[in-house]
């Protein structure tokens, strides 16, 4: 399905996409928060946000409870292990979808982009 086809969809159905997200979003949370993915957590606080075409998208700031400084970091992503898996997480999670974008040209104008 390309872009376009799936934000006629959002757009035309926005309740069933709303409830999508929202349960989405809540395994996501349990998943890495309850089940202790990233480690024990402190606090999380997130928006919700629609983009022009309705979708929804998340922004989320998450407290970690350690004691784990940049120093520290710096440290542990010289040991070639941890940084292979940090390196095979990030390239994991990190994903483009461009679809049919990629061979348009946008421009702005005044009154926003066209």
């Known amino acids: 399905m390309d872009t376009y ?3 006629e969809i ?3 159905h926005p ?4 409830k999508y997200f929202h349960t989405l979003i809540t395994n996501i949370l349990d998943t890495m928060i309850m089940g202790g993915v990233i480690g024990p957590v402190k606090a999380y606080f997130g928006t919700v946000e629609s983009q022009r075409r309705g979708s929804l998208h ?5 407290w970690l409870d350690h004691d784990l400084k940049p120093a520290d ?7 070639a292990t941890f940084r292979d898996k940090l390196i095979a997480y990030l390239e994991d999670i990190i994903k483009e979808d461009l679809g049919e974008f990629k061979d348009i040209q946008v421009i ?3 009154n926003g982009i066209r």
């Open 73 to 79: 970091m710096k440290e542990k992503i010289q040991g």
């Open 58 to 62: 998340l922004h989320l700031l998450i």
């Open 108 to 110: 702005e104008s005044p």
């Open 5 to 7: 086809r799936r934000a």
């Open 10 to 12: 959002i757009a035309s």
């Open 15 to 18: 309740v069933a996409t709303a």
